[in-house]
Structure formats: structure tokens, C-alpha cells
């Protein structure tokens, strides 16, 4: 079975504080991902990854950067912690679905981690 | 940029009854996958289905696709409690000649089986 193993559960940071979030997969998946989750907003894509080194900003990555140094390994970084960054966030990964018709790679299934929860006071 | 919509936000129904769950989408799309969040865990792939596709079926799962009207339904068939849980579907952005690796998920429906 596929692993994705985030970090921290629970954590609790201070307003300009520096956060690390970490996750890491156990497959050998080219892509990963970080999401939020807010009650309303549902989930949002912050940044993702389909290879070593790469990265792609998603929809929300304002006060955020990622690192993706081994392939299995992908950190999110709060460079400086702020309270609208109270939130759940989500790390998943996933191969690649093969081709569209178009021959545009697809998205495969995603894997998620089981959450880490950020309180910042 | 939200894609798709889940419809309705939340479902209450007896156990043993069936559970339909709706996402409506803006855009052409590759694939569309369901998932499952138990309340404070991550999310769970349920069943994903290919814009060639119509329906799709896996266990008490059945999942239609209608791409004429942008919609997908995801039918929970003889419901149990252990079903309670929030529904999200996921779209696939299609874009032409160019690679596409996200997801983009619904609001969710929240369903709740009473026993």
C-alpha cells in the first residue's frame, strides 16, 4: 500500500515564526502536492511537484514555498507564519494517469497523508 | 479556481437507503475522481473515471458521467453508517498539447447515515 506520511498532526507556531511541514512517499510517485483545506473553501492547491527539483505554483501560493529535494521528500515552508494560515493542510502524490486523447498527461489517483493541523496564534 | 461542485452540501439519510451526490464542472476535462474524507483525516480515492467513460461502477459505488452537461454523479447504493463522511469530487483539467497534474477538488458533500 501506498504511504504518504505527513510530519505533524497538530502543530501550534506563533505569528512570524518559521513553519516546516514535511512529507514524505513511500511509491516512487513523480508528482506531489500541497493542498489547504478550509471549512467553505474546500480544498486548495498551494504548490505541487512532478519532479525532483520542480515545482509549480497552484492556485494559492502567496506566503508559501516548497522544497523537493529527493524525490520522495516534499516540504512546504511558511517563511514567516501568519493567523489567516490557521488551516489543514494536505499533502498527496501520485503517479502520472498515462495520456489523454489530446496526449496531454493526465492526473492519476491521488494519495493523501493524513493531515497536519496549523494553529498560528 | 474551484472546478467542480458538490451538490447537496449535506445529505442525511436512513441507514440502508440509497445516497446521490452531484459535481457540476466548468471546464473540459481528462478525468474525474471521487474521494472520501473520514472527519479530521486525509482523503481516500474512491473511483475515477475517463472523459470517454459513462459509467463506472465499484462495489456499492456507481459513478456517471455527462460531459455534454459538465456533470458527474456518484451514487452510494445501501447505505451503512460507516458511510458518514464528506464526498469530494475532482477534476482533471483538460488543456490541450500541454501536461496537466492537478486536481482540482469541490466544496464537498457531507453525508451523514444514521444507523
Known amino acids: 500500500d501506498v504511504k504518504v506520511t505527513q510530519s505533524s498532526r497538530y502543530l501550534v507556531k506563533r505569528t512570524g515564526e518559521k513553519v516546516f511541514l514535511e512529507c514524505v512517499q513511500d511509491?516512487?510517485?513523480?508528482?506531489m502536492f500541497w493542498y489547504r483545506q478550509d471549512p467553505g473553501l474546500g480544498l486548495r492547491l498551494i504548490y505541487f511537484?512532478?519532479?525532483?527539483?520542480?515545482?509549480e505554483k497552484g492556485d494559492i501560493p502567496e506566503g508559501y514555498s516548497v522544497s523537493r529535494e529527493k524525490k520522495e521528500r516534499f516540504s512546504l515552508i511558511l517563511e514567516s507564519a501568519s493567523t489567516n494560515q490557521t488551516s489543514m493542510y494536505l499533502c498527496?502524490?501520485?503517479?502520472?494517469?498515462?495520456?489523454?486523447?489530446?496526449?496531454?498527461?493526465?492526473?492519476?489517483?491521488?494519495?493523501f497523508g493524513e493531515g497536519s493541523r496549523l494553529t498560528v496564534l | 479556481s474551484q472546478q467542480g461542485e458538490e451538490d447537496p452540501q449535506a445529505l442525511s439519510i436512513q441507514e440502508g437507503e440509497n445516497a446521490t451526490m452531484n459535481c457540476s464542472y466548468k471546464t473540459s476535462i481528462n478525468n474525474l475522481q471521487w474521494y472520501r474524507q473520514n472527519s479530521g483525516r486525509g482523503l481516500v480515492h474512491l473511483i475515477l473515471i475517463r472523459s470517454n467513460e459513462r459509467e463506472k461502477h465499484s462495489g456499492r459505488l456507481r459513478v456517471t458521467l455527462d460531459t455534454s452537461k459538465k456533470s458527474s454523479s456518484l451514487l452510494i447504493t445501501a447505505s451503512r453508517a460507516a458511510d458518514t463522511a464528506s464526498y469530494f469530487c475532482a477534476t482533471d483539467r483538460s488543456y490541450s498539447g500541454a501536461g496537466s497534474y492537478q486536481l482540482t477538488f469541490g466544496k464537498g458533500t457531507k453525508l451523514s447515515v444514521i444507523p
Open positions: 498527496a502524490s501520485s503517479l502520472e494517469g498515462g495520456f489523454s486523447e489530446r496526449d496531454s498527461v493526465v492526473s492519476g489517483e491521488l494519495f
Open positions: 511537484s512532478y519532479d525532483v527539483k520542480m515545482k
Open positions: 511509491m516512487d510517485h513523480e508528482n
